[in-house]
């Protein structure tokens, strides 16, 4: 496959991140290793989306605090990107919510119409007002053809995603692009398919088949409009976990099991663990957290009490 025909992906991670751990970062990059590996996608970015104050997890720190680390530990990262909406919306969004966000602000950033998992994009995709003549944004007065390459996708693309998230502000502000703004010139281009999938452990795939849990046409929508990239945790058998929910069943080929080394280290690494290395001023916290998070917890005294 060529990169025209290849599918351009987002990967967007929701969650509480109380805190962000070193297995969540891998999540990332082994979903991109593996998508890549494939020869079917390129990952194109990455987007951590922290979860509302008001979801009323037990411990769960301030948004400011989770925002701050998640900024710090993606720091040395040139693809994944923290991003604020979900925080700074009146109160908690589901999941299908924020991907549906993150999928029309692309639209308007970027001039595209993202396809999903069951309409690909096979004809030119034109993010142009009907009534005007395309101009194109690549000028080149050579001989040489003005028609968009997948570089040049993708380097659009890539700008986008530096507009749309939050990317390294400073600490004691946020802030995110203004839905009103004018984005400027759209670009043109054809038949480049560019996916949001959602990224998640085997843990939020378990929590689909839990009765009442999820709104069931949210899980309609985030399974089978947008699709899911699942990296296995702590053992556990994604097909096994399929098998008791009628919609993931359904949905079964829009679901993408990361197959690599089952006993990756950072597979067992968890937020929750995190904290309680923290409370008891176990050393392992090193294994769980990058160093610039685990500084900014002792500096702000969060995490200590068992309250979080």
Known sequence: ?????KTHVILLACG???????????????????LHKTGRFIVIGGIVSPVHDSYGKTGLVSSRHRLTMCQLAVQASDWIRVDPWECYQDTWQTTCSVLEHHRDLMKRVTGCILSNVNTPSMTPV?????????????????????????????GKVGESLSRICCVRPPMERFTFVDENANLGTVMRYEEIELRILLLCGSDLLESFCIPGLWNEAD?????????????????ADPDRIMNHSSILRKYKNNILVVKDDSNHPMSVVSSTKSRLALQHGDGHVVDYLCQPVIDYILKSQLYINASG
Request: charge should be negative; hydrophobic fraction near 35%; proline fraction near 9%.
């Open 1 to 5: 496959m060529t990169e025209t025909t």
């Open 219 to 235: 899980m309609e929508v985030i399974v089978g409009e947008f699709g899911i990239v699942v990296v296995p945790r702590d053992g």
């Open 16 to 34: 509480s991140f109380n805190p962000i751990t070193k297995g969540h970062i891998q999540m990332f990059e082994r979903a991109r290793d593996y």
């Open 126 to 154: 034109i993010g142009q007002p009907q009534n005007e003549s395309p101009q194109p944004i690549y000028q080149n007065n050579n001989t040489v053809s003005n028609k968009p390459t997948a570089a040049k996708i993708l």
